[in-house]
C-alpha cells in the first residue's frame, strides 16, 4: 500500500459523497495526499470556526451541491463537529499511530508533513519491529534525512553531510538535531565546531561557512592569517573534493557571498575563484551563465513539493539580479539562455500552481507556508517565550530579487543584528487588496469577501486577530503610509510605549517606486538600489531591535516586467482593473472578456469569494497598450507569488 493509499482510505466519492475527516494530526494536509483527493473530485473545507465555515460554505459550496464534499476537523472530538453534518457524512479518523503503529508518534509528529511519504515508505520497505523514542529517531535520520552518526567521523565528514542537508529542500526537525548533536559531541575531532547551531538552522550554517572562507582564501594562497581570521577555529575543509562543488555552487547561487581578497593571483583553482570578488561585468556574466547551467536543469516539476519551488525562487532572483547589473552587451550574449529559462519557469510554475496551489492555505502554519500564516508564526514565537515583542513589516510589493537588493546594505548598516531568510506564497490574484488584508487579517480572502476591494480595514483585522491570541488595547498598534525618514519618529514613538508587545508596519516605498516606473525591471532595480543607500530601512530595522522586537519582514506580492496586450473594453463590468489582471462578480462577464483575451487564465475562486472571478493576464503579458511595458503585479508569475519572509533578531 502507498502513503497516500493508507491516508485517504475511505475517500471514495461514488461511495461515500460527503465525508467529515478528523484528523488532528494533520495528514490530509501533506501535498500528495492534497493533490490526490482534488483528483477524486472532492471540494475541501476546513472546520475550525463553524460560524466562518457555514459562511464559506454557504458563498461557495451550496451552488456546487452535486460535487463530493471533504470537511476537515483539526481535531479528535466527534461532539467539535456540527451535529447535522455529523450525521450525514461518512467519518474518517486518519491518524499517525495506526499509520506508524511501531514508531514513536511524538517523534513523528515533530517532523514536517512533506516527509511523511518517505518515512512511511521506509517502514513498509524495512518493516521495523516495535521502537522507542531514541530508535525512532535514528530511524528516521537514516531512511528519511539520509543521517548517520556513526559515520561522521571527521570534519570532512560532517561538512559534506551538512552541505546535502541544507543545499536541498528538507528541514531537519529541531528534535532529531538536537539528538544527533549529542551523539557527535563524544567525538574530541569535531570538538571545536559549535554543532547546536549547524543542523536546525540553514543561515546560521551559511554564516559559519562565510566568516572561515577568508581563513581558507589565506592559506591556499599560502599567506600567513591576520590575528582576526586565524582566531575563526575550527579550519574548515572547504578544498576536499567531496564539498568543494558545493560551495563553488552556493557562491554562484547567492548562498555565500563573494569577499574582496588583495592576494587572488596566488591562488591556482579556478574554482575558489568563485568566492573572490572582481572582474567587473565579465566576472558577473561568467556568474550568471554558470548559474543558468544549474537552474536550467533543476526547474521544479508540476508534482514536486512547495518547499521546491520556494527554495527555486530564491535562486531565480539572484538570476534575475545578475541578470539586470549586466550591460548591454553582456545581456546580448547571454538573452537567448536567460529568456528560454524564463519561458521554462513560467510554464512549469503556472503547471504546477494548476495542480498544488490550491493545497496551500491548509497546510500548518508553522513554519509559513501562505502569507495568511505569517500572523500564527508571530503568535507561537511570543508563546514558546522566543520573543517578547513581534514586529511585523509588510514592505508593499516587494520581490525577492528587490530584497537581495536591499538585503547587503541593511547587514552593513546595521551590524548586530542576524537575518533568516525563507519564503512565502501570496495569494492569488497578487493584489494589495486580497493578499495584504489576508496577512494582517490572519485569514483567507474568503472570510473576509464583503471589503474584498480595500485595505481600509488592515488596522481592525489586525487587533482582532491579536485580540483572539489574548492581546488587547495599546499592546497591539498598527500603522501604514511608512518609507521615507519623517515617519520614523512615529515608529520611535510607538515602541516607547512599555505595554506595546505587537507592531504591524506597511512600508510601501516600493510599490510607490514601482507604480511610477518607466525604465523597465532595471530602472526597478537602480531605484530600489538607490533607496537601500538612503538607509531609511536599516533605520526602521536598527530601531525596532533596539526597542526588543523580533522582526517578520514580508510582501504582500512581488512584480514583473510586463508587455501590453491591449485593454480589455469592458465598460463598468470589472470590479479590479489592474495591469495584470481583471475581476469580476460574474461568469458571464469574465467569459466576455476572454472571448477577446483567450491566453488570458479564468482563475477559480480559491480562497476566494464565490464572486470574485480574476481574470490573468499570462506569462509577461498585461492589459495595457499594446507595444508599451509596464512593471506590475496581481497575476501568478513566480516573481508575484512567491514572497520574501525574513526574520530578523539581534545577533
Known sequence: ?????????????????????????????????????????????????????????????????????????????????????????????????????????????????????????????????????????????????????????????????????????????????????????????????????????????LTFLQDRWPGFLYRSANIPLPADVAALLPEVPFGHPDVRVTIDTLFVEGGLTPVPFGHADAITDDWVRAGITGGGGAAIGERLAKLLEILSGDVPPEDCRYRIWLSFAQRWAEASVLWHRLDASGQAELAPRYRALQAEVDRSFAAWLDRRYSGLHSQPPTPPVMLHHVPRAMARVLEDGKAGKVALVVVDGLALDQWLILRPSLTAQVPHIVIQDDAVFAWVPTLTSVSRQAVFSGKPPVQFGKHIGTTSREASQWAQFWADQGFTGRQVEYRKGLGDFGDLCTVEDLISLSQIRVLGLVVDKIDRIMHGMELGMSGMHSQVALWSETGYLSRLVATLVNGGFTIFLTSDHGNIEASGIGRPAEGSNAEERGERVRTYTTQVQRRQVKDTFPSAIEWPPIGLPADYLPLLATGREAFITPGKSVVGHGGASLEEVVVPLVKIERA
Request: net charge negative; glycine share 2%; hydrophobic share 45%.
Open 1 to 205: 500500500m502507498t502513503w497516500v493509499e493508507a491516508v485517504t482510505k475511505g475517500l471514495n466519492p461514488d461511495v461515500a459523497p460527503l465525508v467529515v475527516a478528523l484528523d488532528p494530526d494533520r495528514l490530509l494536509t501533506e501535498e500528495a495526499v492534497q493533490a490526490a483527493i482534488r483528483d477524486r473530485g472532492y471540494n475541501v473545507l476546513e472546520l475550525d470556526d463553524e460560524m466562518a465555515f457555514r459562511l464559506t460554505f454557504e458563498t461557495t459550496v451550496r451552488d456546487h451541491a452535486d460535487q463530493p464534499l471533504l470537511v476537515i476537523h483539526f481535531g479528535e472530538r466527534r461532539e467539535d463537529v456540527p451535529f447535522d453534518l455529523l450525521m450525514a457524512a461518512t467519518v474518517v479518523e486518519p491518524s499517525l499511530t495506526s499509520l506508524f503503529q511501531n514508531l514513536s508518534a511524538p517523534v513523528i509528529r515533530a517532523i514536517e508533513r512533506g516527509d511523511l511519504p518517505a518515512l512511511f515508505e521506509a517502514q513498509q520497505r524495512e518493516k521495523p519491529s516495535r521502537m522507542n523514542d531514541p530508535e525512532t529517531k535514528k530511524f528516521i535520520l537514516l531512511h528519511v534525512y539520509g543521517l548517520v552518526p556513526e559515520v561522521l567521523r571527521t570534519p570532512t565528514d560532517l561538512l559534506r553531510e551538512l552541505l546535502r542537508l541544507h543545499y536541498g529542500t528538507r528541514i531537519l526537525p529541531a528534535a532529531l538535531a538536537a539528538w544527533l548533536v549529542e551523539r557527535l559531541k563524544a567525538s574530541t575531532v569535531l570538538a571545536d565546531w559549535p554543532l547546536d547551531d549547524l543542523f536546525s538552522d540553514r543561515q546560521r550554517f
